[in-house]
């Protein structure tokens, strides 16, 4: 065994070691042939005969050689080694054509190679937390079934403790806000993000500090001292990675809090949970009466006991949920839902993903199409050379292989560079903060990238080398090399095989053009939706008082002086302050119209935002009827409300809603007049309806989390950030410089995942359809040559050029209408499994099609043209003689 | 070169190369290629040749080393001389050769049933 083990070593060696092999076995055949002659001498030879005897005994020396190579070597390394000494030499000479393949081969698998790693991080692959295929995630189903909405503490710690089916459920607060802690103290003051989160977080996604501890059930009493866990990312870029970080106090949004514990740098919250953020910093979130009253607030995590499965938990949860309710009238509506914390992460994005998989296999297949016309027109040259192969005894088999060597070593090449772009691409990428997709920061090219790569080169090389090398075994020596001409036998075949590839380059551009469109257009709807408020030139930047400003009266002068500032500089137009900015974040609670029977989990959903006069102009929201607040609504006036135009229409159906009393903050409260209506406002996302919204003064109301300043002003926005900086400072030292957000920011955030696929397919189909248009100008322009004589003649016999223009244009229309009818057909199919993606088109949308059509018909026209023009360089002598 | 008829051919080969360098100490490819020829007295037509395709498996099995030395006439020449392994190797053939051999003798000597 070891001998066999020593040989193949040896063997593999040998290959490298060709030359040297061959001169020692030389000598030493050199030296047995001598050593014989002398024998053969001492039997009294002559000399001259016995070497001549000498060199007959030993045999053949070519063929020892030969046969020595295949012993010690391995005769197909050898082989191959040959055939790519041979491509290398063969592509050398046609530079032009090598390098068009590798460059179209190399952005095809760099594309390909883009997708995969990013399917593979998406959807493939686990999600980056331990044993992550047992973590389920709990929402509570809206009343009217739509929407995801939190659960309420108390129903939480009912669950968590009566549930068979999880080892443990845990929980975080629902409502944080990018930007809600504010880190003063040492330092430069900073906005991070806070998020708090149930004792058993850590431990129940396992994930274990990588200094000090998580929390302890005592920190997470109601009033408790304040702690936190650290992101790693805070506590390299803030604190340069200080071990003596632990146990000392930072001061968080005005109050002392001890760091205990640093998250470990492979837990990122913001890259599966909240796609596009970053957690900072993990405060401990109290579970008792006083969280309990805050209503619906908590996310849900859980992990399943081992046995368990996610129907069985279902099950559970649902007989457990009726119980409760029934138990805990007083508390909120509780409908759990379970699904796979993958489904929840991902399961949005599975559809467009794999439409963009697919699209980037469609364009794998043009590539492979476009090479093999390209390798078919050069192996219809070569044919002499095969020939002459064949002719001076090269095996079929053999030239079948040189053939697919040719090939994939084109494809290797052109993997090689598409592995630097998809090394590229994969960094663009993740560095793509702007797009809200989950893991999306966590794609890079991995073995398992590479490893594809790979194969989609030997694939890619396979295909497109099966053409020509199939033609290899019909080569028929005889006629081909007596026939003189250039047209030589077969050409009708190929002709077929190449018009064939490039009507399915045809079709497969189609498709992707078609799915395009769809989504484009689809886009462009999104985008044109009546937001109902105007995000150009407005702009965003937190306020929020701080602990400074403590009771209402002080912040209602902070707030008044912070808008008098601000708006009395130059270029503000409008200022007005609100505590949630649509796109951003949201908080709905059960609204009721007086007078109407109060039925519980019946009352429809309001969204509430507490603001300032001057915010409905700042948001560019149009008043409908009524008024809007003004400085005569305060604490001490009447309650009042605005609405929007929906919650008016729900609550007061056929009737005036202004002058009505409407119930929400909390049901033993005197109502609100309903003073104004507005616009409906787009705040949960471009697609979806806005539901009822309700505006409350900030001047009748206590306190909230946060407070955003928005203005409205001519000028770009980023323009004004300074001076308003600078405006604000003296009441506002403390204000972070890195939350000046303009409102088309959010809007673009918001349609982000849809502008991802967008771009990406537009790219997909933009490059599809420049090869087909290449694949139809090479046959073209092969088929006029290849018709020269053929043209020539007709020319002689008095057609003229324009006629032949016309013939050979009426040839290419006639490929391309082939391509787009059977695409036409092949998209109208495909386009049924986009119709989740698609928004306010139809996935017949006659624009699309008709688009794609006329697209296709002009790129195919003119792909036809620039070959017919050199008819009128054939000259009918040159042409009839060279036959 | 069929390789389905040279099987036998060639493990025999191995076994009278090893033993002949077992016997003779280091020798040049011609000196082992004679050295058979010798004993074999013409029965066994050996191309010459194929004994250098034998000789470079061996050395890769590393049954046998290959060095450069002065042939007898002077000339370069590639000695070759048995190791642990081949002596091994050559013992072990040896016995199987030896079971073979007497079980193929007295199969033939058999007459059958009486």
């Given amino acids: 065994m070891l001998s066999a083990f020593h040989r193949i070593i040896a063997r593999i060696r040998a290959v490298f070691q060709r030359a040297d092999s061959d001169r020692d076995l030389e000598f030493e055949l050199e030296a047995h042939v001598h050593l014989l002659a002398e024998d053969h001498i001492l039997r009294g030879t002559p000399r001259g005969e016995a070497e001549r005897l000498a060199r007959i005994e030993l045999g053949g020396v070519y063929q020892l050689h030969e046969a020595h190579r295949e012993i010690r070597a391995l005769p197909f390394l050898d082989t191959l080694h040959q055939d790519l000494r041979y491509t290398f030499r063969t592509l050398k000479q046609n530079p032009g054509f090598t390098a068009f393949a590798i460059l179209i081969i190399g952005v095809g698998v760099g594309a390909s190679s883009t997708m995969f790693s990013v399917t593979n991080t998406l959807l493939l692959q686990p999600l980056p937390l331990h044993d992550s295929r047992r973590l389920v995630w ?78 302890t059930a005592d920190e997470c009493h109601w009033n408790a001292p304040g702690t936190a866990v650290m992101s790693y990312g805070l ?5 340069a990675s200080d071990i003596h970080i632990l146990g000392q106090e930072i001061i968080v949004n005005g109050s002392a809090v001890t760091i205990v514990g640093v998250a470990p740098s492979s837990f990122d919250f913001g890259t599966v949970f909240a796609p596009g953020n970053h957690v900072d910093l993990f405060q401990p979130m109290p579970l008792t009466q006083e969280t309990n009253s805050w209503g619906n607030t908590l996310a849900i995590i859980g992990r399943l006991r081992p046995g368990a499965t996610i129907q069985s938990a279902r099950a559970e949860f649902w007989i457990l949920a009726n119980h409760l309710q029934k138990q805990h009238p007083e508390r909120n509506t509780l409908r759990p839902v379970l699904m796979p914390l993958e489904e ?15 699209a980037v296999g469609i364009v794998m297949l043009i590539v492979c199409a476009n090479v093999a016309n390209l390798q078919l027109a050069r ?116 002709i077929w095989i190449r018009s064939a590839l490039v009507v399915s380059e045809i079709v497969f551009a189609c498709v992707l053009l078609v799915g395009a469109g769809l989504l484009s257009r689809s886009f462009l709807n999104v985008l044109d939706v009546n937001l109902g408020f105007q995000p150009e030139r407005a702009a965003a930047l937190r306020i929020d008082p701080g602990a400074r400003y403590a009771s209402r009266a002080q912040r209602m002068t902070y707030f008044s002086q912070v808008l008098n500032r601000v708006r009395s500089l130059p270029g503000v137009s409008a200022a007005g302050v609100t505590d949630v900015l649509p796109l951003a974040g949201d908080r709905s609670w059960d609204i009721q119209a007086k007078g109407k029977p109060f039925v519980l989990g019946h009352d429809p959903e309001g969204f509430i935002r507490i603001i300032s006069e001057g915010y409905f102009q700042a948001m560019g929201i149009p008043l409908q009827a009524g008024r809007a607040f003004s400085a005569a609504d305060t604490q001490f006036s009447e309650p009042v409300a605005v609405i929007n135009e929906t919650a008016a229409r729900t609550l007061w159906p056929a009737q005036n809603a202004v002058g009505q009393i409407v119930l929400s903050d909390g049901m033993g409260r005197p109502g609100r007049r309903v003073v104004g209506i507005v616009s409906d406002v787009r705040h949960r996302a471009l697609e979806q309806n806005s539901g009822c919204e309700l505006y409350f003064p900030i001047s009748q109301w206590d306190e909230s989390s946060a407070e955003y300043l928005v203005i409205r002003t001519p000028l770009p926005p980023p323009a004004l950030a300074s001076s308003i900086r600078a405006a604000l400072h003296p009441i506002a030292p403390e204000l972070s410089t890195n939350e000046f957000k ?6 673009d955030t918001a349609v982000s995942p849809r502008r991802f696929v967008v771009l990406l397919l537009a790219g997909f189909s933009g490059f599809a359809l420049i090869l087909a248009a290449l694949g139809i100008y090479a046959v073209i322009s092969y088929s006029v040559n290849q018709r020269s004589a053929e043209l020539g003649i007709r020319m002689a016999l008095g057609a003229s050029p324009s006629e032949l223009r016309a013939s050979i244009m009426l040839q290419t229309l006639r490929l391309a209408a082939l391509g787009m009818l059977i695409g036409g057909i092949t998209s109208w199919i495909l386009a049924r499994s986009l119709n989740s993606l698609l928004f306010g088109v139809t996935i017949t949308d006659p624009p699309t099609f008709a688009g794609m059509l006329i697209t296709l018909a002009a790129v195919a026209a003119l792909a036809g043209y620039f070959p017919s023009l050199r008819v009128s360089r054939i000259d009918p002598i040159a042409a009839l003689r060279a036959n | ?80 001389s048995i190791s642990k392994a081949g002596q091994k190797q050559l013992a072990a053939e040896t016995e199987n050769w030896q079971r073979v051999a007497g079980t193929i003798a007295r199969l033939l000597q058999w007459e059958g049933p009486k």
Wanted: hydrophobic share 45%; glycine share 8%.
């Fill in chain 1, 138 to 215: 709990m929402y509570n189903l809206s009343d009217d079934g739509v929407s995801e909405w939190s659960t309420q503490v108390g129903h939480f710690l009912d669950l968590r403790e009566q549930n068979q089916s999880f080892t443990d459920l845990a929980a975080y607060f629902a409502f944080s806000q990018p930007g809600d802690a504010k880190i003063t103290g040492e330092g430069e003051t900073e906005r991070v993000s806070s998020l708090m989160v149930s004792q058993n977080f850590f431990p129940m996604l396992d994930v274990r500090p990588v200094l000090g501890r998580t929390f």
């Fill in chain 1, 235 to 239: 506590w390299k870029r803030r604190y």
């Fill in chain 1, 344 to 358: 929840h992460v991902t399961g949005r994005l599975r559809r467009a993903l794999l439409v963009l998989a697919w």
């Fill in chain 1, 379 to 494: 192996s219809a040259t070569r044919q002499k050379e095969m020939a002459i192969r064949v002719a001076l005894g090269a095996g079929r088999r053999r030239l079948i292989r040189q053939m697919l060597t040719e090939s994939i070593t084109l494809s290797c090449c052109g993997a090689l560079l598409g592995v630097i772009l998809a090394f590229a691409g994969t960094r663009m990428l993740a560095s793509l903060s702007a797009f809200k997709i989950p893991l999306l920061s966590t794609v890079r090219m991995d073995a398992a990238s590479l490893g594809f790569c790979l194969v989609i080169a030997i694939v890619t090389g396979l295909l497109f080398g099966l053409a020509p090398a199939l033609q290899v075994p019909s080569i028929s020596v005889h006629d081909t090399l007596k026939d003189s001409s250039r047209a030589s036998t077969g050409t009708k075949r190929h």
């Fill in chain 1, 742 to 747: 303009t409102l088309q920011e959010l809007v």
């Fill in chain 2, 1 to 80: 070169m069929p390789e389905n008829k040279s099987e036998i051919l060639q493990g025999t080969l191995d076994l009278m190369v090893l033993q002949t360098l077992q016997a003779m100490g280091p020798l040049h490819g011609y000196g082992i290629a004679r050295r058979i020829e010798q004993i074999s007295k013409e029965a066994l037509q050996v191309n010459q040749g194929t004994i250098y395709l034998c000789l470079v498996r061996l050395v890769q099995k590393k049954w046998i080393k290959a060095e450069w030395g002065i042939s007898e006439n002077n000339r370069k020449a590639r000695f070759y």
